[in-house]
C-alpha cells in the first residue's frame, strides 16, 4: 500500500550538500517508521539513517552522524535527507524504506516493508 519514488541525488563535490527526497503514495505513512539505506558497488546495503513513526527520534548510522539530518513531513507524505559536509565515501545509490505499520526503528533492511527505486549520488573529490 506504499509507493516510494526517490529524487535529490546528483553529482556533488566533497564537502558540499544534497538534499534527497522520498514521496510515498501511501495514506498511512503516517504509521511508517522510514529509513534511508545506501548501497555502493560491490558493498551490502547499509542503514543510513531512519525516523521514528511517531516522528520524535531519529537515527544515524555513525558514518553519517553530525552530517545528515533526516525529517519527515506527514502533511506531504515525504521524507527527506538533508546531507551536508559530503565525502567521497558517501557515493552510492540511496533508497528510502518503510517499515510498519505502527514498527519501531530497525537497521537491517531485510526489515523493511516497502523500497523506493534509489537515486544515484556521487561525490567527487
Known amino acids: 500500500q506504499v509507493q516510494l519514488v526517490e529524487s535529490g541525488g546528483g553529482l556533488v563535490q566533497a564537502g558540499g550538500s544534497l538534499r534527497l527526497s522520498c514521496a510515498a503514495s501511501?495514506?498511512?505513512?503516517?504509521?511508517?517508521?522510514m529509513g534511508w539505506f545506501r548501497q555502493a558497488p560491490g558493498k551490502e546495503r547499509e542503514f543510513v539513517a531512519a525516523?521514528?513513526?511517531?516522528?520524535?527520534?531519529?537515527y544515524y548510522a555513525d558514518s553519517v552522524k553530525g552530517r545528515f539530518t533526516m525529517s519527515r513531513d506527514n502533511v506531504k507524505n515525504t521524507v527527506y535527507l538533508q546531507m551536508n559536509s559530503l565525502k567521497p565515501e558517501d557515493t552510492a545509490v540511496y533508497y528510502c524504506?518503510?517499515?510498519?505499520?505502527?514498527?519501531?526503528?530497525?537497521?537491517?533492511?531485510?526489515?523493511?516493508?516497502?523500497w523506493g527505486q534509489g537515486t544515484q549520488v556521487t561525490i567527487s573529490s
Open positions: 525516523i521514528w513513526w511517531s516522528g520524535y527520534s531519529t
Open positions: 524504506a518503510a517499515r510498519g505499520p505502527y514498527s519501531g526503528v530497525d537497521y537491517s533492511p531485510t526489515t523493511y516493508n516497502y
Open positions: 501511501g495514506r498511512t505513512f503516517s504509521s511508517y517508521t
